[in-house]
């Protein structure tokens, strides 16, 4: 199976999670039927190390299987995108952690929270947690879940580090009752007292220790906050292509003309379409560039991974600036809880404020780059 033909998989399902996404929204959850169905046409395995069955295709491909299913459910597009990025994550980890995850099920998957909220002890080989990790998307599917933590060490150095858990030492607090996003079933994660040995550790750097295929060579920053980035842009695309669909025979009845002839209305979708548009250029130029110097060997320079982050934060607020127009142009009756628009305006605002799209720490650092400033330590 090539590339294209995984991506008219995810094409081929679009219909259905469509069809899907109010139960979905209701849900507060994917269902486990929308869950087998990704797995069942690979999608998780895309980014998954080929020595665990996976694909190890070029992460374009994953940002666009994203794209595609958050056009049909943001929702679905959210959860697919968080969890199967966490495919690649663990390929940059020891053999033993993935083994630990994929040897006796490859189908296995991983959630996250990587705020660090949790208490973390530095202990004989390894470390203890324990506290609450808000946020973890499609939780309730996975076995395994990667939580942030901040270890002290005795000479007061701090390490910011990410610990992979099996299900077995956390528990799932169901909380997830808000206004966007409300499939994706980002219930609380709780620990108490987990022993988390070394080799499920992972300090956020670039770079496997076990792969030198060139996809496990590019930066976590970037790759991990496409994903998050991704299935909002699609989300935007299918609220726009529904309002086309939806606005061409439309008449306003003040006026009795037909909204499609308007002006506004024309200059309204031609600018979300360039939004929606240039957002996923960007995004794909940056991981073209990446991608490229990663199969060359060559590191990939702090310079593009900074305008990475940029392009990143500024595509989602491209998608949400292409939903605001279309929610603007589209109605009253735009906001019946079964119009799909709603739910993308109300998905792609609530899926701006994950910490990865907060913007102005990531266009101060790109500016401070420009100003030949030091950006170290700012996660870039």
Known sequence: MGPEDLLDKAKALAPILRERAFATENARRISTETMTDLKAAGLFRVLQPAAYGGLEYDPQVFMEAAMILGAACPSTGWVYAVVGVHNWQLGLMPKQAQDDVWGEDQDTLISSSYTPRGQVEIVDGGYRLSGRWSFSSGCEHADWA???????????????????????????????NVVGLRG?????????????????????????VTSDSPIFQLPFGPIFSFGITAPLIGAAQGALDEHIAWTADRVRITRGSRVAEEPFSQARVSEAAAEIDGARLQMMRDLDEMMDLARDGKEIPIELRARARLDQVRATQLAASAVDRVFTNSGGRVLHELNPIQRAWRDIHAGSLHNSNVAEPILMAYGALQFGLSIEGQGI
């Open 146 to 176: 990667i939580l942030g933590g901040a270890a002290t060490e005795a000479d007061g150095t701090v390490r910011r580090l990410c610990f992979l858990l099996p299900r077995t030492d956390y528990t799932i607090d169901d909380v997830w």
């Open 184 to 208: 994706t079933g980002s219930n609380d994660v709780v620990v108490d007292n987990a022993f988390v040995p070394e080799h499920r550790t992972h300090p956020f750097t670039s770079g496997s």
